[in-house]
């Protein structure tokens, strides 16, 4: 049971990690289906990332992904403008 679970964790990181850097395609359906069985453990539902818990779809944990992303590239320029500048 828990050497399933950990294969159905690695399967979904794998399918998200595949998607946010391949072609952005993914099983939608495979997605759902891990993301529920993984929320349904109280344990690893704790540890899930929030943007998993939220998403209900590959396509909105790519577009959480891409967002969170951007803000980083911001972040990071405005670092590097006030070390120059300072």
Do not use: C, H, W
């Not at 690695?10 to 069985?37: F, I, P």
């Not at 929030?50 to 998403?55: A, E, G, Y």
């Not at 396509?59 to 990071?76: C, G, H, N, R, V």
């Amino acid at each position: 049971m828990i050497n399933d679970r950990i294969q159905e964790v690695e399967r979904l990181k794998r399918l998200v990690t595949d998607a946010a850097t391949s072609s952005g395609s993914g099983s939608d359906e495979e997605y759902k289906q891990l993301r529920n069985k993984i929320i349904k453990s109280q344990v690893l539902k704790e540890l899930l990332p929030i943007f998993l818990k939220d998403s209900r779809s590959l396509m909105e944990t790519l577009i959480i992904l891409k967002l969170q992303y951007q803000d980083m590239l911001k972040e990071e320029s405005i670092l590097k403008i006030r070390s120059v500048v300072f």
